[in-house]
């Protein structure tokens, strides 16, 4: 099938500056704890509340089946906009706590209508090669992740306000590029009905079923890496009386998840989904047994394990959203994503909580060690053969 060459940029490049909102409050975490007087324990908080706002986005619109039953573009366009005007709200010079939990809760609610929504409109144009087409949406929301970390790791980037501020127009514009470039897609077929118990029909899918838990496991070490990578940096240079800074390693460790989802993408075109995930997790999984080692490793090899391990944290991603969409008939694919993506954040919540608690009571050189529950279970699921 021909389709007009700029959708997938455009997708990639909506995906990219609309998620930026995710981490936008977690890279300027020192002015939000100077306004709200909180301590360390504003890591988990803030992350942890988009995460709780995405999960009852996801869980939301997933019941009542948004993505499927009206246009993904225009629902993609109005999560953009009142997601950035939820950023907006950050920049409250008497914020409180309750306020700053709000604001990150609103954001994550309508990322819900960003992220999954975005891998629909995908899904709606590639019944083939959609793995690459998914490697590259969710790199992109990698990449903009990150950019939050990398802007405040730069001059520019020194005032938190300009973070804020230049984090919210790009979500806006890119809802504006997706509404204007992009219409629904030619293997789209909406849904009529309601069906509030498709969720549960879905999982009695045995292919749906193995790669929604390997994805679960998935997410049980992602995002609590990146909430904690900052204060591993921060760990390594008290250990070892360095300087690194704290936000640029940060940023360039999680955008380098973006650049090895793209080249996962390309790679399950010749070997399939499943290889790509099942080495990335083998591979991640490895690095939160070997954690331990490299703080106390030359700041070389350092850099280069968490590097490495922030690539091979993401590489499954698109892959697992592969599966879980090609295990679905069409007028359920959006469904069937948002769904898994609620779980699969709930699941988060837990392991950014539970490193939170453990950050308290316990050396963080061996913080990361809990993690590697999650590509073993993933790695499990994987394994098990079709019923």
């Known amino acids: 099938m021909n389709r007009p060459w700029h959708i997938l940029p455009v997708i990639i490049g909506a995906q990219f500056a609309s998620t930026s909102l995710w981490f936008a409050g977690n890279s300027i975490i020192e002015e939000l704890t100077l306004k709200t007087g909180l ?59 309750w306020n700053l939990l709000l604001a990150r809760f609103a954001t994550g609610f309508f990322l819900a209508g960003i992220y999954p929504v975005g891998m629909k409109i995908a899904a709606d144009y590639y019944e083939k090669g959609l793995g690459r087409a998914l490697g590259y949406l969710v790199g992109a929301l990698v990449l903009g992740s990150a950019f939050p970390y990398l802007l405040s790791g730069t001059d520019w980037g020194s005032n938190p306000d300009l973070v804020i501020k230049t984090t919210s127009l790009l979500a806006a514009l890119g809802g504006l590029s997706i509404w204007f470039l992009v219409p629904n897609g030619p293997f789209r077929k909406p849904s009529t009905e309601l069906q509030l118990s498709s969720g549960v029909k879905l999982f009695k899918i045995s292919g749906f079923r193995k790669a929604a838990f390997g994805y679960f496991g998935h997410m049980w070490e992602l995002y609590a890496f990146w909430a904690f990578t900052p204060l591993a940096i921060q760990t390594f240079n008290y250990m070892n009386g360095q300087t690194l800074s704290i936000p640029f390693w940060t940023g360039i460790i999680i955008a380098l998840g973006g650049v090895s989802c793209m080249i996962g993408g390309l790679v399950s075109q010749f070997t399939g989904s499943k290889k790509v995930a099942s080495a990335a997790l083998f591979v991640s999984g490895a690095f939160c047994l070997l954690s331990p080692v490299l703080f106390q490793a030359p700041t070389f090899f350092f850099l280069a394990g968490w590097c490495f391990w922030g690539m091979a ?38 392991s950014i909580q539970l490193l939170v608690y453990l950050a308290e009571r316990q050396n963080p050189q061996y913080l990361f060690l809990i993690l590697a529950l999650g590509p073993i279970i993933g790695l499990l699921q994987l394994a098990q053969k079709s019923t």
């Open 39 to 97: 301590g360390t324990e504003i890591i988990g908080y803030v992350l942890s509340s988009v995460q709780l706002g995405f999960i009852t986005g996801t869980l939301l619109f997933a019941l009542l089946m948004v993505a499927d039953r009206y246009s993904p573009s225009r629902v993609f366009l109005i999560c953009a906009i009142l997601g950035a005007l939820a950023n907006l709200m950050l920049l409250s010079e008497e914020i409180t706590t």
């Open 313 to 350: 944290v993401t590489a499954d991603s698109p892959q697992f959203s592969n599966l879980v969409a090609g295990a679905l008939p069409h007028e359920l694919k959006g469904t069937g994503l948002t769904l898994v993506n609620c779980i699969g954040f709930a699941i988060s919540i837990l």
